[in-house]
C-alpha cells in the first residue's frame, strides 16, 4: 500500500478531525476522486473518509464512530444525543434530591420549632397552674391564722 503526501485542508473541523485520526493510529492513504480524504488503520486496512467540503456537523460524528468502532476506540462525545439527555436527567435527578433534602429539614425545623413552642406553651400553663395552687395555700394559712370571731 503506498501512501500519498497528506494535502491541505481547508477546513478547520477537517483539519482537526485528521488530526485526531493520526493520533490514534490511522494513516493517510489518499484522495478518492470526490475529493475526500481517506485514512486506513493499517491493522485491518479499513479505511475512514473525510469530507473535502463539509456540510453541518452530523459527519463529524459519523466519521468518529466510524473510527471508534474500526480503531476500538471508547468515546464518549459530548455531541452524543443519548449522553447529553442521560447528563441531563442526571443533573435533574440530583437538583431534585437536593430540593427533597431542603424540604425535608425545613420540615424537620418546623416541626422542631412547633415542639418548642408547645413546650413552652405546657411550661406556662404549668406555672400558672402552681402559682395559683400557692395562692390558694396562702389563703388557706392566713384564714387558719386568724381567729374565729365569736
Known amino acids: 500500500m503506498a501512501y500519498r503526501p497528506e494535502p491541505r485542508y481547508a477546513h478547520k473541523e477537517v ?55 474500526i480503531a476500538g476506540l471508547d468515546i464518549t462525545n459530548k455531541r452524543d444525543a443519548d449522553a447529553i439527555k442521560d447528563r441531563q436527567a442526571a443533573e435533574r435527578q440530583s437538583e431534585k434530591e437536593r430540593r427533597d433534602r431542603e424540604r425535608e429539614r425545613r420540615n424537620r425545623d418546623a416541626l422542631r420549632a412547633l415542639a418548642n413552642k408547645n413546650r413552652e406553651a405546657e411550661r406556662a400553663a404549668i406555672t400558672a397552674q402552681i402559682l395559683q395552687r400557692r395562692a390558694a395555700l396562702a389563703d388557706i394559712e392566713r384564714l387558719m391564722r386568724q381567729r374565729p370571731s365569736g
Open 15 to 69: 483539519r482537526q478531525t485528521a488530526e485526531w485520526l493520526k493520533a490514534n493510529g490511522f494513516r493517510f492513504l489518499d484522495v478518492d476522486s470526490d475529493d475526500h480524504p481517506m485514512f486506513v488503520w493499517p491493522a485491518s486496512g479499513e479505511t475512514v473518509k473525510l469530507p473535502g467540503t463539509p456540510k453541518g456537523h452530523g459527519w463529524l460524528d459519523n466519521v468518529r464512530k466510524q473510527a471508534a468502532r
